[in-house]
């Protein structure tokens, strides 16, 4: 077998995997630390559906300026989010504050 054959055969190979392979699909949801009930929901309902269809839900509490005294209100913000969607999704990060962010990851459960 000459090495032309083999890298077209190695090549076809690769090719044939890497299009099997199931590609993770990360959305984000951006909250601030006073958010509204009705903007919570409004959020909730577009985080439900990203999870439906089978994509990983980053959501995350941006705190601008002096807003970052109110941590412990973004953290249970997300612990909120996190238990309002616990039938479709589960918890893969739980929220860390990194800078100004705050960030949890959940991803959806296999049916």
């Known amino acids: 077998m000459d090495y032309k054959k083999f890298l077209y055969e190695q090549k076809k190979r690769d090719k044939q995997l890497k299009s099997k392979a199931s590609k993770v699909i990360v959305k984000e949801i951006r909250f601030g630390p006073q958010t509204d009930e009705h903007d919570y929901a409004f959020k909730k309902k577009h985080a439900e559906k990203f999870l439906k269809d089978g994509a990983k839900l980053k ?53």
């Open 59 to 111: 959501a995350f509490v941006f705190f601008k300026g002096r807003s970052i005294i109110y941590k412990d209100q973004g953290e249970i913000l997300l612990l909120k989010l996190a238990q309002d969607l616990e039938e479709l999704g589960k918890v893969e990060q739980l929220p860390k504050l990194e800078s100004k962010k705050m960030i949890m990851i959940m991803s959806p459960k296999k049916n």
